[in-house]
C-alpha cells in the first residue's frame, strides 16, 4: 500500500487523469522523490481517499490517475469550532497544525483588544492562503480526509456576538470551573482563545453576556496556541472522537 499521501485540490474522479500544478510536481518529484509507476494516496476534502499512481512526469506536470476509492471517513458528529485571536505567526502556524491533526472543523482568526498581530485588509487573503496550506499539510501527514475551513479575519465582538445554539465557551484563567463541570451534551462547541495578553475585562464582560461559560485550564498559566492544543484535546477526550468508547476503525 502506498504510504505518501497528497491533497488534490479538485474532485477526484476514479479513471480521471490529474495534472498537477508546479508546487504540486515539485513536492512529488523532489521531496517524496517519486516517479512513474510509483503509487500514494490522494483525497480532496469530501472525505474520501483513493489509490493513485503515477503515469507521466515531464516538465510541465506530473498526471496521477485515481485507480480506486479506499477509504471514506466519516463525518464528525459533533462540530468544535475556534475563535483564536490572532497570535504570532510561528505559534499561529503550530496552532493550527496541531488543532487541525486533532480534530478541530472550524478555525476563526480575531482581532481583539491585546491581540500584538494586526492584519491590513490588503493582507488578509495572503494570510488566510497560508494558513490553509498548513492545515492541508496537516491532513496530508494525520491521515485525516476533511480539511477544517477557515473563515476570513473578523473582530473578537463580532465572533462573540454571533447568534447561535452552539455551547460556548471561554478560556479564563481566572475561573473556578473546569471543564469535568460543564457538559454541552449534544451540542456543537465554540470555543473562545485568548492573544499572548489575554482578554481585556471588557471582552470577558461582552462574553458573560452573551452566554460564553468561563473555563480554566488548570492552575498553570498556558502560552495561547498551547491552550488551544490542550482545550481541543479534552473536548476530544470528553465528548469527541478521542473518548474512551470511540471504537478503533482500522483502513
Not at 471582552?203 to 485550564?217: G, H, L, P, Q, Y
Amino acid at each position: 500500500m502506498a504510504k505518501h499521501r497528497l491533497y488534490i485540490d479538485s474532485t477526484i474522479i476514479v479513471g480521471n487523469e490529474i495534472h498537477l500544478r508546479m508546487d504540486r510536481m515539485h513536492y512529488i518529484m523532489n521531496v517524496l522523490r517519486l516517479t512513474i509507476d510509483d503509487s500514494l494516496i490522494i483525497f480532496d476534502g469530501s472525505g474520501h481517499e483513493y489509490f493513485a499512481e503515477i503515469i507521466e512526469v515531464n516538465k510541465k506536470h506530473v498526471t496521477l490517475i485515481p485507480r480506486e476509492l479506499i477509504h471514506s471517513e466519516k463525518p464528525s458528529s459533533r462540530i468544535i469550532r475556534i475563535g483564536q485571536c490572532l497570535i504570532k505567526k510561528s505559534k499561529m502556524d503550530l496552532m493550527l497544525q496541531k488543532t487541525t491533526e486533532l480534530g478541530v472543523n472550524v478555525i476563526i482568526p480575531l482581532a481583539s483588544q491585546y491581540s500584538v498581530i494586526k492584519i491590513k485588509k490588503s493582507n488578509e487573503k495572503f494570510k488566510k492562503d497560508h494558513w490553509e496550506r498548513i492545515t492541508r499539510s496537516a491532513c496530508e501527514q494525520c491521515g485525516r480526509n476533511f480539511i477544517p475551513e477557515i473563515k476570513n479575519p473578523r473582530s473578537i465582538d463580532k465572533f462573540i456576538n454571533e447568534k447561535s445554539n452552539n455551547f460556548k465557551i471561554i478560556l479564563d484563567p481566572a475561573s473556578s470551573k473546569n471543564f469535568n463541570e460543564i457538559n454541552p451534551r449534544d451540542r456543537n462547541i465554540d470555543i473562545l482563545i485568548g492573544p499572548e495578553g489575554g482578554f481585556s475585562n471588557n471582552e470577558i464582560e461582552t462574553a458573560d453576556r452573551n452566554k460564553f461559560v468561563r473555563v480554566s485550564m488548570g492552575p498553570r498559566i498556558l502560552r495561547a496556541e498551547t491552550a488551544a492544543m490542550s482545550a481541543i484535546s479534552i473536548i476530544q477526550s470528553l465528548w469527541g472522537d478521542m473518548s474512551a468508547d470511540f471504537p478503533l476503525k482500522k483502513r
